[in-house]
T-cell receptor
Framework: DTAVSQTPKYLVTQMGNDKSIKCEQN?????MYWYKQDSKKFLKIMFS???????INETVPNRFSPKSPDKAHLNLHINSLELGDSAVYFC?????????????FGPGTRLTVT | GESVGLHLPTLSVQEGDNSIINCAYS??????FIWYKQESGKGPQFIID?????DKRQGQRVTVLLNKTVKHLSLQIAATQPGDSAVYFC??????????FGPGTRLSVLP
C-alpha cells in the first residue's frame, strides 16, 4: 500500500498554462506538505496544511496555491506556468505539525515547462 | 572524490568501507537536525535525527555527529552497502519553523 501518492508522476506543459498536481496520504496524518526540488537537488518547503489551515507559506509566488479538500488530500495548483517552475515537486505528510522526524514523502512529480 | 559546478558533491566508497558525509549548516540557532536519504526516482526518507543538546547519536549502521562550534554535521555509515547509494541531505530546523535542507551529497558505492 502506498502511504503518500502523487499524480501525475510526469507533467510536461507549455508556459502560461494552468496545471494541478494531486497528493493523497492514507496514513491518517494531520499535516501535509509540498516541497520543490530544483535541478541542483535543492529541496525547499513550499506549504504545509494542518486541519485544513495553511500553517507555513514560504516565499512562494501566489501563482501557486495549495488546496485541501479533506485531511487526506493536499493538491497543488499552479497558474500561468513559467520556465522556472520546472522541478520535481514532492508531497509529504506527518502526524503532527512540525513532526519533521516522521515525514513520509511521496514519489515526486516531475514538472517540465517548455 | 568531488565534482563542482552544476553537479552534486559526490563521495565514492568501496563496498564494505565506512562512509562519512559532511554538511555545514547555516543557522547557529538551529536546534534540531535530520539526515535524509533520497534514492533515484524517490522522495527523501528519514534516516536519523539529532537535537542540539547532543553531540552524537547512533542508529543502525549510522551515526550522526554534531559540532555546534563550527556548525557542522556528519553522517557516518558503517560497512557501506550497494543499497546505500543515494543522495543524502542534512536539514536544520529552528524552533519548529523554517525547516531548511542542505544541498545534498551523492554517495556512490563501488563493488
Amino acid at each position: 500500500d502506498t502511504a503518500v501518492s502523487q499524480t501525475p508522476k510526469y507533467l510536461v506543459t507549455q508556459m502560461g498554462n494552468d496545471k494541478s498536481i494531486k497528493c493523497e496520504q492514507n496514513l491518517g496524518h494531520d499535516t501535509m506538505y509540498w516541497y520543490k526540488q530544483d535541478s541542483k537537488k535543492f529541496l525547499k518547503i513550499m506549504f504545509s496544511y494542518n486541519n485544513k489551515e495553511l500553517i507555513i507559506n514560504e516565499t512562494v509566488p501566489n501563482r501557486f496555491s495549495p488546496k485541501s479538500p479533506d485531511k487526506a488530500h493536499l493538491n497543488l495548483h499552479i497558474n500561468s506556468l513559467e520556465l522556472g517552475d520546472s522541478a520535481v515537486y514532492f508531497c509529504a505528510s506527518s502526524q503532527e505539525r512540525g513532526a519533521w522526524y516522521e515525514q513520509y514523502f511521496g514519489p515526486g512529480t516531475r514538472l517540465t515547462v517548455t | 572524490g568531488e565534482s563542482v559546478g552544476l553537479h552534486l558533491p559526490t563521495l565514492s566508497v568501496q563496498e564494505g568501507d565506512n562512509s562519512i558525509i559532511n554538511c555545514a549548516y547555516s543557522n547557529s540557532a538551529s536546534d534540531y537536525f535530520i539526515w535524509y536519504k533520497q534514492e533515484s526516482g524517490k522522495g527523501p526518507q528519514f534516516i536519523i535525527d539529532i537535537r542540539s543538546n547532543m553531540d552524537k547519536r547512533q542508529g543502525q549502521r549510522v551515526t550522526v555527529l554534531l559540532n555546534k562550534t563550527v556548525k557542522h554535521l556528519s553522517l557516518q555509515i558503517a560497512a557501506t552497502q550497494p543499497g546505500d547509494s543515494a543522495v543524502y541531505f542534512c536539514a536544520e530546523n529552528m524552533n519548529g519553523q523554517n525547516f531548511v535542507f542542505g544541498p545534498g551529497t551523492r554517495l556512490s558505492v563501488l563493488p
